[in-house]
């Protein structure tokens, strides 16, 4: 049977439940033992996957094809191991199911009411998990903050399985110890209300991680273990650090994945094995080199909004041993050439993901300026196909080219939606979704940095290269050098006679992770590093 492990937060939201959720995780992994990590997210959309950046950042996709909550890139970035649809659970869809299974008459006529059939079903999502996959150990991260009105179902599915699993589950709760500037002090009177709120829907946390600007003294260890009916060495310190990577070597230090061992009843004399870990850190804070890299779009002044896109670059710079310093551009500002002038200096220039109209011209701006200049160039979903676009008008000569989606009635669809999106209503869920393979053609820049010819990438989009230009682009320089081949969908796009020109359709920043760096992205900043030389 596994062991399951809740992690819960209070106070307030973003302390970093799912960091300390991933650095556990790692801790555990480097003991030997075989982890999963799951997210509950209160909120009633079904999924993340229709929600505005602005709202929730980054949608992250699995390999299955799951629109899931950003944490679980933070996840798969630290245990380096895949989740899947069942990793991420949301009101929405608990409520979807009951709702469905009420309209079949699987409940023979009883009152559907939030216990137990709610809460049945929570605890369900919660044990799937364990029930396809042998795992020692699943950590389960409950969204929101403890006390929230939506959040109540999953405290109570909580405490009912606490009861259920006996000696098989702990629970870790994250609070916040603020740091008072005018008495100059740590204050941990929030915390002892937090674990009130906890202990008042029937759930007593195990262990406490409290979250600081500064380090715990003995005497408010002893305060916090008092107040909250914990010992003293269950009151882990989660101090601030300058990089999330840091967290694993911290909690290690606090012994948090000693003292979850111990409370499970299981061995934990030994010391988990991080030495590729720490070799990975060593080189991210050792950088011998430092590159300029331009990240341009729409929504660049949101933190989250490109998450996987940036740790992507970490892991990368690591590999590389150098700094990446992502310059942040808008979209929008691309489109004068004020704007323009700001790319001058760039060792490298990536166009990010971000669909519809807004900040589309600045992109191909940006794009041309790239190219012409013989600057790298990478370009990642609605990158590519912006990339597409801009050398249709600028090398093709076709002026009026442009996506359908931006553009329904250009006369040059150069990029036009996919065969079997064309009829699609609903939004939610209905993308291009998940990894599919692709094939890549020999003696092509591509096939030199995977070493491979077949490879499988994750995807979300709804818009495709239009193959009625296939011939015209390839004549001219711009090559097919990635193919889908259930369907013939253009997957890679590389320039010949530039030094590194190349647009991916998939993302492959999903499967970039601190153990092993995404190799498009590793060569991009190296071609950053040799035009920078």
């Known amino acids: 049977m596994a062991n399951y492990i809740f992690v819960t937060g209070g106070v307030t939201s973003s302390l970093g439940k799912g960091i300390i959720s991933a650095s556990l995780g790692k801790l555990l992994q480097?003991?030997?033992?075989?982890?999963?990590?799951?997210?509950?997210?209160?909120?009633?959309?079904?999924?993340?996957?229709?929600?505005?950046?602005?709202?929730?950042?980054?949608?992250?996709?699995?390999?299955?094809?799951?629109?899931?909550?950003?944490?679980?890139?933070?996840?798969?970035?630290?245990?380096?191991?895949?989740?899947?649809?069942?990793?991420?659970?949301?009101?929405?869809?608990?409520?979807?199911?009951?709702?469905?299974?009420?309209?079949?008459?699987?409940?023979?006529?009883?009152?559907?009411?939030?216990i137990p059939h709610i809460t049945d079903e929570i605890k369900q999502r919660i044990k799937t998990l364990g029930q396809n996959h042998a795992y020692d150990y699943i950590i389960t991260e409950i969204g929101g903050t403890v006390g929230d009105i939506e959040s109540l179902p999953y405290i109570e599915a909580v405490r009912q399985l606490r009861w259920e699993m006996s000696q098989n589950s702990i629970v870790v709760h994250l609070t916040l110890v603020p740091y008072l500037g005018a008495a100059a002090e740590l204050k941990t009177k929030p915390t002892q209300h937090s674990v009130k709120t906890l202990q008042e829907s029937g759930v007593q946390p195990?262990?406490?991680?409290?979250?600081?600007?500064?380090?715990?003294?003995?005497?408010?260890?002893?305060?916090?273990?008092?107040?909250?009916?914990?010992?003293?060495?269950?009151?882990?310190?989660?101090?601030?650090?300058?990089?999330?990577?840091?967290?694993?070597?911290?909690?290690?230090?606090?012994?948090?994945?000693?003292?979850?061992?111990?409370?499970?009843?299981?061995?934990?004399?030994?010391?988990?094995?991080?030495?590729?870990?720490?070799?990975?850190?060593?080189?991210?804070?050792?950088?011998?080199?430092?590159?300029?890299?331009?990240?341009?779009?729409?929504?660049?002044?949101?933190?989250?909004?490109?998450?996987?896109?940036?740790?992507?670059?970490?892991?990368?710079?690591?590999?590389?041993?150098?700094?990446?310093?992502?310059?942040?551009?808008?979209?929008?500002?691309?489109?004068?050439?004020?704007?323009?002038?700001?790319?001058?200096?760039?060792?490298?220039?990536?166009?990010?993901?971000?669909?519809?109209?807004?900040?589309?011209e600045g992109k191909i701006n940006a794009i041309k300026y790239a190219r012409e200049s013989e600057t790298p160039f990478f370009g990642i979903c609605f990158g590519m196909q912006t990339a597409v676009v801009e050398f249709a008008r600028n090398v093709l000569g076709y002026n009026d080219a442009h996506s359908t989606e931006v553009e329904p009635k250009t006369i040059n669809p150069v990029i036009d939606i996919m065969e079997t999106q064309k009829n699609v209503t609903d939004k939610g869920g209905t993308m291009r979704l998940g990894a599919y393979p692709c094939h890549i053609e020999k003696n092509t820049l591509t096939h030199k940095i995977y070493g491979q010819p077949d490879i499988s990438e994750r995807h979300r989009h709804r818009y495709e290269f239009n193959n009625a230009y296939r011939e015209e682009f390839t004549t001219h320089g711009m090559k097919m050098s990635g193919i889908f081949p259930g369907q013939d969908l253009v997957e890679i796009i590389e320039l010949e006679n530039h030094p590194w020109f190349v647009g991916v359709q998939f993302h492959p920043e999903y499967r970039s992770t601190a153990d092993k760096a995404h190799p498009l992205f590793v060569a991009f900043v190296k071609a950053a590093l040799d035009n920078k030389k």
Not at 331 to 351: H, I, N, P, Y
Request: aromatic share 8%; net charge negative; glycine share 8%.
């Open 30 to 114: 480097a003991r030997g033992y075989s982890i999963t990590i799951q997210k509950l997210d209160p909120y009633i959309n079904v999924d993340p996957g229709t929600l505005n950046p602005y709202e929730h950042g980054e949608c992250y996709v699995t390999g299955d094809g799951a629109e899931t909550d950003l944490d679980l890139g933070h996840y798969e970035r630290f245990i380096g191991h895949s989740t899947s649809q069942a990793n991420n659970v949301t009101t929405g869809a608990i409520y979807r199911s009951v709702i469905e299974k009420e309209r079949r008459g699987d409940y023979l006529g009883e009152t559907v009411q939030v």
């Open 206 to 360: 195990d262990v406490i991680v409290c979250r600081s600007e500064y380090s715990l003294n003995e005497a408010l260890r002893n305060k916090i273990a008092l107040f909250c009916n914990v010992e003293v060495s269950s009151v882990i310190e989660s101090i601030d650090a300058s990089s999330i990577y840091d967290v694993p070597l911290l909690m290690q230090k606090e012994h948090l994945d000693r003292v979850v061992l111990k409370k499970l009843g299981m061995p934990y004399e030994d010391e988990p094995d991080l030495e590729h870990w720490k070799d990975f850190l060593y080189r991210l804070k050792n950088p011998r080199r430092k590159v300029i890299i331009g990240l341009v779009g729409k929504y660049v002044e949101l933190k989250d909004a490109y998450k996987s896109i940036t740790e992507a670059f970490v892991h990368a710079g690591a590999e590389n041993e150098c700094k990446v310093h992502l310059r942040l551009l808008k979209a929008q500002d691309m489109e004068t050439e004020e704007g323009v002038e700001r790319l001058k200096g760039l060792d490298g220039l990536c166009v990010a993901p971000g669909f519809g109209e807004r900040g589309f």
